[in-house]
């Protein structure tokens, strides 16, 4: 067998060094040896730049469909027609004088018209705020619009598709809010066309409302996904988008190195797809190519389609994308040669990536291009802009976060039992909309930004090699012994030993004496079942072949368990899922660990007290 590294395709790290200065308390502050560099005080400088440097490049596309309802040819927008269009719907948003007490919400999901208005507010210098989509057509009782709703005191609603967002804005939206249509219309409500928008002449009063624009102008509202409690509207502004994406450059300077090209679904609402992405598209010149699939069975098809035809540059997605991905590349010709030809980072955030997932995608590289690609990988969140901490070299393995960013101190503070990062820099928000008391509560007395989240050192004796998760502090807890339970790590054990048949897992037993876990499978554990394709899950989960699969992951995670808070005594596979309205999960799939177990406790106590059916046990010897 051989020895020798892997061979990765090339690609250069920004940050390899950092600097520690230790605090009072066992407290250390960690930054990048080299400082942030120059940077736009505002987006749209840069989309002025690319509209007067490259007018005719591509910034966005979008596959039409055929009259048939078949997916047909891409759509384009150039830099010099985005720009134009930004100015357009800028003076139309200038004359209803909408401002930040009357900002704009956005019901849409990704498109065309979406992203030209949210540039058009941020042109005139007017916050939006991208809503989720699924608290519209999911959602049943429309709580969390009508919160957001509340929050936002929106002086005009954008609405792609009458037929999918009708329902919700005569339920939430008051007479007095004009509501703004990309197709259809509301039967007994007055509404107006989106080209209304674009047909508006623009001024000069548009271009000297972008020049009154700086770094402290709002862009937008990002909502939290909430837990709990219902979600916190995170302040966005120029200084902190711009900021973080030099840091995104300095970090990863393969952004910089060409114009990137993004095959991109992750959604914007989301800080991943609509600050992160999007904004690295707008800040570097690059084109985003709108992806209409997801990482579910009945579009994962229009993604690899996607890909099989345009070929990007760096590649962003969630765990269960790349798994999707890298099953279909065992088999697909075309979609690994595409994808691989030109491709120099993936990326993946939102969730534990499982090994074998990761060692199916090297397989596929190493198979069409003689070399590996650098999955990329870190840390950050809504209120960091998203982008924070990143990973030194290829060598990356689950869990790795890196060293933050230049211009980001972390303050790495012990907190029950573990240590909690935290941050400072000009990429954090300034607080959260219209919530004084939340925004004072997650700024410590030095004034960085506490995430909750937790780390450990990669290397104890190189702390360049930086830092790896640890979990979420608030989703730890103790058992009745009073041992800890470290549920982040736990959690990432439980998905990689059920893979591909684990979508994520819960972890139970605060303050009992053992430890169980509620399980979400993937669609793929019908194959286990061998029961027809239409068959309930229930009935799938409960078939004896499934049953017996997990039977023995159980017995493998127990035997390599080395006590209890890291031994799995009960498992159950959910055959109901998480809910969007009760906050269990978010749009992009994540599970809230708190809200499940909240809304879900009478079944944690049917759980741990032996009277829940199915529940599976590990048949080997207590550690």
Not at 27 to 36: F, I, N, P, S, T
Not at 130 to 159: E, M
Not at 500 to 514: S, W
Not at 521 to 539: E, I, N
Request: hydrophobic share 40%; net charge neutral; aromatic share 8%.
């Amino acid at each position: 067998m051989s020895t020798a590294a892997p061979k990765y395709r090339p690609m250069k790290f920004g940050v390899t060094r950092v600097s520690l200065r230790e605090g009072a308390g066992g407290v250390r502050y960690m930054r990048a040896e080299q400082g942030l560099g120059e940077h736009a005080r505002r987006m749209t400088d840069r989309l002025v730049h690319w509209a007067q440097t490259a007018p005719d490049r591509v910034f966005m596309a979008r596959r039409v469909k055929n009259p048939d309802g078949t997916p047909g040819a891409w759509r384009e927008i150039t830099y010099r027609e985005a720009l134009a269009s930004a100015r357009s719907i800028g003076q139309a948003l200038l004359d209803r004088g909408l401002d930040a007490e009357r900002p704009v919400a956005i019901l849409s999901e990704n498109d065309l018209e979406h992203a030209l208005l949210a540039l058009g507010c941020v042109y005139a210098g007017i916050p939006h705020c991208p809503v989720s989509p699924a608290y519209s057509t999911v959602s049943q009782d429309y709580d969390k619009l009508r919160h957001v709703l509340k929050t936002l005191t929106p002086g005009l609603v954008y609405a792609a598709d009458a037929n999918r967002y009708g329902k919700a804005i005569a339920a939430t939206v008051g007479s007095d809010v004009e509501v703004v249509l990309g197709s259809g219309a509301m039967p007994g409500r007055d509404t107006t066309p989106f080209a209304d928008l674009l047909a508006t002449a623009p001024t000069p009063a548009v271009d000297a409302a972008m020049e009154r624009t700086g770094p402290h102008t709002i862009t937008k509202f990002l909502f939290t996904s909430g837990s709990t409690k219902l979600p916190k509207a995170v302040v966005n502004t120029h200084g902190m988008w711009c900021a973080n994406q030099q840091q995104m450059r300095e970090s990863m300077p393969v952004l910089a190195e060409e114009p990137p090209v993004l095959v991109d679904w992750l959604p914007w609402n989301h800080t991943f797809g609509g600050n992160h992405n999007v904004g690295l598209v707008i800040y570097n010149g690059g084109t985003l190519y709108i992806d209409d699939g997801k990482p579910v069975p009945a579009l994962i098809g229009e993604t690899l389609r996607n890909l099989r035809e345009i070929a990007p540059t760096v590649y962003f997605n969630v765990p269960t994308g790349f798994e999707a991905i890298a099953n279909a590349m065992k088999t697909d010709d075309a979609l690994r040669r595409n994808l691989l030809s030109r491709v120099k980072m993936f990326f993946y955030a939102g969730a534990a990536l499982a090994q074998p997932v990761w060692d199916a995608l090297h397989e596929a590289q190493e198979r069409e291009i003689g070399e590996r690609i650098v999955m990329g990988t870190g840390l950050g969140m809504t209120e960091s802009s998203p982008f924070a901490i990143f990973i030194t070299n290829p060598n990356v393995k689950a869990g790795y976060l890196g060293v933050p960013t230049p211009g980001l101190e972390l303050k790495l503070v012990p907190a029950q039992g573990k240590t909690e990062v935290r941050y400072k820099g000009p990429n954090i928000t300034p607080g959260y909309w219209r919530n004084e008391e939340a925004t004072k509560e997650c700024f410590d007395e030095e004034g960085f930004f506490c995430t909750g989240d937790a780390v450990l050192w990669i290397d104890d004796g190189d702390v360049h090699q930086g830092l790896k998760f640890d979990g979420r502090i608030a989703e730890d807890f103790k058992l009745a012994t009073g041992t800890f339970v470290s549920v982040g790590p736990l959690r990432a054990k439980i998905i990689a030993a059920g893979a591909p048949y684990v979508q994520d897992a819960v972890i139970t037993g605060i303050n009992l004496n053992e430890v169980g876990a509620l399980v979400f499978p993937t669609p793929a554990v019908r194959k286990l079942a061998g029961l027809p394709g239409d068959a309930p899950l229930k009935d799938v989960l409960e078939s004896a072949p499934v049953q017996a699969h997990f039977q023995k992951v159980l017995d493998q995670l127990a035997a390599t368990a080395t006590g209890s808070a890291s031994r799995v005594a009960r498992l159950h596979l959910m055959h109901e899922p998480p809910s969007i309205d009760k906050g269990e999960v978010t749009d992009k799939g994540s599970i809230n660990q708190r809200a499940v177990l909240a809304h879900r406790a009478a079944l944690v106590q049917a759980l741990h007290g032996g009277t829940l059916p199915f529940t599976l046990q590990p048949q080997g010897k207590t550690p």
